[in-house]
C-alpha cells in the first residue's frame, strides 16, 4: 500500500507561493525553500478594509492632540507648528481652521479673512482715536517746540501699527526658537521694508499724478532732500546689517541712534531758519503743520473713517440733534429716509459696540468731546488690572495688585474730576495724558501680537512664506490710511496739503524703518545678548530694500530735474517700480514652486 506523503515541516515555507492558495506549479519546477522563523512565517496580513468615518467627537479629541489631518511633506512641518503657533497669539489659528472647519475650508478661510480685516480696522481705530489723542495732548502738556513734536511724538502716531507689528514679530522670533518664531521675524522685517516701499512710491506716486493733475505744484527742496537722503542712509546701514547676517545690541543701538541725529538736524535747521528775518517757516513741512496748526489740533484726533470710527455710542458720545421739518408736507417726504439712516446707525452701532467697549473701559481718555466721568473711573479701575492679567497672567499676586491699585485709582478719579468737563490744568492732564499712552500702547501691542500670528497661520494654511504676506497684506493693511489721508490731502489741500503729503509719503517711512527696526532689532539681541541675533531675513526682504532705494534714487533725481513739481513723470514712474516689485515677488514664488514640484 503506497505511503501518503508527509506534510511540509511548518519551519519552511516556498517563496513563490500565495498567501492564500498554492498555485499549481508544472512538473519538474524547482522550489526554493527559504528557512523562517516561527514569528516571521506568518503569512504577510490581508489589506485593512477603510476604518469607518470617525464621530465628530473623535476628531475632536484627535485635534486636541494636535493631529492636523494632513499628509504629505508639510504634516511634519505643520505638527511642529502647531504647538509653537499659539505662543504667537492668544487663539490657536491652526486648530481653529483644521479642527473648527475641517469640513468645510473655504469656510475657514473666510472666517480668517474676516478676522484679519477686523484686526486691521482695530489697531487702526485704536491709533487714531486713542493713541494720536494721547501723544497731541502730550506734546502740547509738555511744551515741544513744534518741529521736534513733529518728527518724535506725531511720527510715533502715525507709524504706531508699523512699529508695533515689527516689534511683536521680532520678538516672537527671539522667544520662539521653532517654526513660528523664524517666520514671525520674517514677518517684522518684510513689513516695514514692504510699508516703507508701498507708501514712498505708490503713495507718493498716487499723489504726485493726482497733485500735479490739479495744476502745477512745487515742493519744498531742502525738506524732501533731508529727508529722502536720510531714509537712503538708513536703508545702506540696514543692507550692510542683512548682509552679515546678524547683529548686535550695540550694532542695534547705533542703528536706532540714527533717529536722534536726525531730529537734532531737524531742530537746528528748524532754529537757524526760524533765527532768519524773512522766516516763513520753509522747514515747517507735512510733520510740523499740524502741531502749528493750533485751533485745528483736535482734528488731528479724530478717527479717518468718521462714520466707520466713531462709532460706539455711550453717554459721551451725543448724537446730532433732529433737523425739524419746515412743513408736514416735507417731513411725509424725509420721514421714511430718516427712519431708515436711524435704524442703520443703530444696527451699526451695536456690532460696533462689542469692539468698542472694552477699549472704552480700559483706555483712559480725556478728549473734550469724548469726556465721561463714568468711563474715566472705569478706565483708572480696570486699566491696572488688564495691565497685570497682560505682564503676569498666570501670577495671582501680581494680578491682585493691580486690582488694589486700580481701586485706588478709581477713588481718585471719581473725586478728583468733574461730570462736565475733563481735567483742565496741565498737572491734572498729564497723568491720564501718560495712562492712555501707557494703555493704548499695550492695546495696540496685543492687537499687533495677535495680526502678526494670524498672518503666520494663514501663510502656513496657504503654503505661502509669512515674509511674502507681511511685505504685501501686512504692509497694505498698515499703510492704507496713509493712502487715503495723502491722496485727500493732495486733492483738497492745495500746494500745502501736496507738500504734507509728500513729506509725510517719505518722513514716514524714515521713521518707521529706523525706530521699528531698530527697537525691534534692539530687544530681540537684547534678549540674546552676549550672543549676537541672527536676523531671520530672505529674498523678499532684500527685494524689497532693492526696490525701496530704486523708488528713492528715482524721486531724487527726477524731481529736481524738473523744478520740484509734481507731475505724471514723477508719478507712474513710481507706480511702475512698485509693479516691478510685486513681478519680482511673483515671479520667485512661482519660481520656487516649479522647483519643489
Known amino acids: 500500500m503506497p505511503r501518503p506523503p508527509s506534510p511540509a515541516p511548518p519551519s519552511w515555507r516556498s517563496s513563490s507561493s500565495s498567501s492564500s492558495s498554492p498555485s499549481p506549479r508544472p512538473p519538474g519546477a524547482a522550489t526554493m525553500m527559504t528557512p523562517t522563523s516561527s514569528s516571521a512565517c506568518s503569512r504577510s496580513p490581508p489589506p485593512l478594509p477603510r476604518p469607518p468615518r470617525r464621530s465628530r467627537g473623535a476628531a475632536r479629541r484627535s485635534c486636541g492632540r494636535c493631529r492636523t489631518q494632513r499628509r504629505g511633506a508639510g504634516t511634519s512641518r505643520r505638527r511642529r507648528t502647531v504647538p509653537a503657533a499659539r505662543r504667537g497669539g492668544y487663539v490657536h489659528y491652526l486648530r481653529v481652521f483644521y479642527c473648527g472647519f475641517g469640513g468645510a475650508p473655504w469656510l475657514g478661510a473666510a472666517a480668517l479673512g474676516l478676522w484679519l480685516l477686523l484686526l486691521f480696522y482695530l489697531l487702526g481705530d485704536t491709533a487714531s482715536r486713542y493713541f494720536c489723542a494721547a501723544l497731541e495732548g502730550l506734546s502740547a502738556a509738555l511744551r515741544l517746540p513744534p518741529a521736534i513734536a513733529g518728527v518724535t511724538l506725531l511720527s510715533l502716531g502715525n507709524g504706531a501699527p508699523d512699529v508695533l507689528s515689527s516689534v511683536v514679530a521680532f520678538a516672537s522670533g527671539a522667544s520662539g526658537g521653532g517654526v513660528d518664531g523664524a517666520d514671525a521675524g520674517d514677518v517684522g522685517l518684510s513689513s516695514v521694508l514692504g510699508g516703507a516701499l508701498f507708501v514712498s512710491t505708490v503713495v507718493a506716486g498716487v499723489v504726485a499724478i493726482v497733485a500735479g493733475g490739479r495744476g502745477p505744484v512745487q515742493i519744498e527742496r531742502p525738506g524732501f532732500v533731508r529727508d529722502v537722503c536720510f531714509l537712503l542712509v538708513a536703508l545702506c546701514y540696514l543692507l550692510a546689517v542683512l548682509l552679515t547676517g546678524t547683529v548686535t545690541v550695540w550694532a542695534a543701538a547705533s542703528f536706532l541712534s540714527l533717529y536722534a541725529a536726525y531730529v537734532l538736524l531737524v531742530w537746528t535747521s528748524h532754529c537757524c531758519a526760524a533765527a532768519t528775518p524773512d522766516y516763513a517757516d520753509p522747514e515747517d513741512d507735512g510733520k510740523t503743520k499740524p502741531v502749528a496748526a493750533g485751533p485745528d489740533l483736535d482734528d488731528l484726533a479724530a478717527p479717518l473713517l468718521l462714520d466707520g470710527g466713531s462709532g460706539g455710542g455711550g453717554d459721551d458720545d451725543e448724537a446730532p440733534p433732529p433737523v425739524l421739518p419746515i412743513s408736514s408736507k416735507h417731513a411725509d417726504a424725509t420721514a421714511a429716509p430718516q427712519r431708515s439712516r436711524s435704524l442703520a446707525r443703530r444696527v451699526l452701532d451695536a456690532l460696533q459696540w462689542p469692539l468698542y467697549l472694552p477699549r472704552r473701559l480700559t483706555i483712559p481718555d480725556i478728549a473734550a468731546h469724548r469726556w465721561s466721568k463714568r468711563y474715566a473711573v472705569a478706565s483708572a479701575l480696570l486699566a491696572p488690572l488688564l495691565l497685570a492679567a497682560i505682564s503676569s497672567p498666570s501670577s495671582p499676586a501680581v494680578i491682585l495688585s493691580g486690582a488694589v491699585v486700580g481701586a485706588i485709582l478709581a477713588t481718585a478719579a471719581f473725586r478728583g474730576t468733574s461730570s462736565s468737563s475733563p481735567p483742565l490744568g496741565r498737572c491734572q492732564r498729564l497723568p491720564w495724558l501718560a495712562g492712555g499712552f501707557l494703555m493704548s500702547v499695550l492695546w495696540s501691542y496685543m492687537l499687533a501680537r495677535e495680526l502678526v500670528a494670524l498672518l503666520v497661520s494663514i501663510g502656513l494654511v496657504a503654503g505661502v512664506r509669512a515674509s511674502v504676506l507681511g511685505a504685501t497684506v501686512l504692509a497694505w493693511g498698515n499703510s ?95 507706480l511702475l517700480i512698485y509693479l516691478g516689485f510685486l513681478g519680482v515677488r511673483l515671479g520667485s514664488m512661482s519660481l520656487g514652486a516649479a522647483i519643489s514640484s
Request: proline share 6%; with cysteine; aromatic share 8%.
Open 480 to 574: 492704507l490710511g496713509d493712502l487715503v489721508a495723502d491722496v485727500a490731502m493732495a486733492m483738497h489741500g492745495g500746494p500745502g496739503g501736496a507738500q504734507t503729503a509728500v513729506s509725510g509719503c517719505y518722513a514716514g517711512p524714515a521713521f518707521n524703518t529706523v525706530v521699528g527696526l531698530g527697537l525691534s532689532l534692539t530687544l530681540a539681541a537684547g534678549a540674546r545678548f552676549p550672543r549676537p541675533y541672527a536676523i531671520p531675513a530672505d529674498a523678499s526682504a532684500y527685494q524689497a530694500a532693492g526696490f525701496l532705494a530704486a523708488g528713492l534714487v528715482w524721486a531724487l533725481v527726477v524731481l529736481p530735474a524738473r523744478g520740484m513739481r509734481l507731475d505724471r513723470v514723477l508719478g507712474v514712474g513710481l
